[in-house]
């Protein structure tokens, strides 16, 4: 089983709907839990970071966690053409400051 | 603030050379990672240092690879000797750790490396 699982997707929304990605984990020591966005070409860049059970929000973008469930997800509320990239689910996994990547999930965003 | 800078951005090379990637972290970050990014296998972590000391390199796939961190500025990746199936990106990121699990890495814009 892979320490961080991700749909492959791709994911298709209409523009203006809400975008929602998954992941799951496996260790349930993890501690820390992060989003990245790749454009294709591009390197990740960091769009959520999250630590505590619950709800994290920053603009449009929404982080869920639940670590009874080992789950974190992330949404995208009013998705644009311009969020279609590769979003990826990081995972601290409760060892040193390394992080565990899944494999990323394809969004698709349709004008 | 300049980001993580990575040279070179593109490497083509032949079979048998060896390979040099840089890496030079954002000021004040004090853990380095490197990664290496392919469509089979994803964003495999290679190796990382904390304040310039390796940590962990099981992630690096054979003796074929090191790395190393002189100083808290610089860190090379290097392959010797290079083979087709080293074709990858290579993105190296950098954190500022404070000792705890909540640092956020920040990722330099790779080195695309072809090996023919």
């Known amino acids: 089983q892979k320490e961080v699982e991700q749909n492959s997707g791709p994911l298709s929304v209409p523009e203006g709907a809400i975008a929602s990605l998954n992941c799951t984990y496996s260790?349930?020591?993890?501690?820390?839990f992060f989003w990245y966005r790749q454009y294709s070409g591009k390197s990740p860049e960091l769009i959520m970071s999250?630590?505590?059970?619950g709800d994290k929000e920053d603009g449009r973008f929404t982080a869920q966690l639940n670590k009874a469930s080992q789950y974190v997800s992330l949404l995208i509320r009013d998705s644009q053409p311009s969020d279609s990239a590769t979003y990826l689910c990081?995972?601290?996994?409760?060892?040193?400051?390394?992080?565990?990547f899944g494999a990323g999930t394809i969004l698709r965003v349709k004008s | 603030d300049a980001g993580v800078i990575q040279s070179p951005r593109h490497e083509v090379t032949e079979m048998g050379q060896e390979v040099t990637l840089r890496c030079k972290p954002i000021?004040?970050?004090?853990?380095l990672f490197w990664y290496r990014q392919t469509m089979m296998r994803g964003l495999e972590l290679l190796i990382y240092f904390n304040n310039n000391v390796p940590i962990d390199d099981s992630g690096m796939p054979e003796d074929r690879f090191s790395a190393k961190m002189p100083n808290a500025s610089f860190s090379t990746l290097k392959i010797q000797p290079s083979e087709p199936r080293d074709s990858a990106v290579y993105f190296c990121a950098t954190t500022k750790s404070y000792g705890g699990y909540y640092n956020e890495q920040f990722f330099g814009p790779g080195t695309r490396l072809t090996v023919l």
């Open positions: 260790d349930r020591g993890s501690q820390s």
């Open positions: 999250i630590y505590s059970n």
């Open positions: 990081a995972v601290n996994p409760g060892y040193g400051n390394k992080l565990v």
């Open positions: 000021s004040g970050h004090n853990s």
